[in-house]
């Protein structure tokens, strides 16, 4: 899995990977078990068939459902392919100290382990509130699907995380000089990499993002982690 690290003209670095390297679906030893397991095995049944159902009420529900969408952050297949990655490479830009960036990956990876973690447990809790409270209403229960929907989201990119951190596989960090250059607006208005092959994702990654959502290096960051990061390459990837 290739992740590249990204400078932007008027905002922060951010890791970034296309959608070819985040498409390859979770194998079994990722996907959650027991009660995890049972809801996604039942959303998965309701999902098919409220998605082939016609009707005012499912197109309806389908519209909001896809509006909920918006509110999912740009990053997460990314943070969900950890999970199943073979191989991880970072590519940063050249002028970027190696030990500089291994310690934004790492800073990353905790800040986005600690955000899933936490709606994991407002999700968690939410989901049979909102299924209980909601289930008389007529259509399906778009909430209470969605809740259960982002809370088996979020267990499986805290698990995803928890590997890349402490079980990793063999992670490489390469210069780029490429990636010297920051992310530039196009003619269109449009952003645009030499690095990236998918402009259209790129710019819908970039309107979707917040300022939370990454975590720049700082000069201070050598004194503050001699370790750089929790990552300990293993091979090349």
Do not use: C
């Amino acid at each position: 899995m290739k992740i590249l690290y990204l400078k932007h003209e008027q905002g922060r670095p951010f890791f970034y990977a296309e959608p070819s390297e985040v498409a390859a679906a979770a194998d079994e030893s990722t996907r959650p078990t027991g009660a995890w397991g049972w809801a996604g095995r039942k959303w998965n049944d309701l999902e098919a068939r409220w998605k082939g159902a016609e009707g005012v009420a499912a197109r309806s529900s389908r519209r909001l459902w896809d509006w909920l969408h918006t509110w999912s952050r740009p990053d997460e297949p990314l943070l969900t392919r950890l999970g199943t990655a073979e191989s991880i490479a970072i590519r940063h830009p050249a002028s970027m100290p190696e030990k500089k960036a291994r310690s934004a990956w790492k800073r990353y990876l905790t800040a986005r382990a600690s955000t899933h973690l936490f709606w994991l447990i407002v999700d968690g809790i939410l989901a049979p509130v909102t299924g209980l409270a909601l289930w008389l209403l007529p259509g399906p229960n778009v909430v209470g699907f969605w809740f259960t929907y982002r809370a088996i989201n979020h267990y499986t990119i805290v698990r995803a995380i928890r590997r890349a951190r402490w079980r990793p596989p063999p992670t490489t960090f390469e210069a780029d000089e490429a990636l010297d250059e920051p992310v530039r607006e196009a003619e269109d208005d449009a952003p645009a990499h030499d690095a990236v092959e998918d402009a259209a994702n790129l710019r819908l990654y970039i309107e979707r993002r917040k300022a939370s959502d990454d975590v720049d290096a700082h000069p201070h960051d050598d004194q503050d982690d001699p370790a750089g990061t929790d990552v300990q390459p293993s091979g090349k990837a």
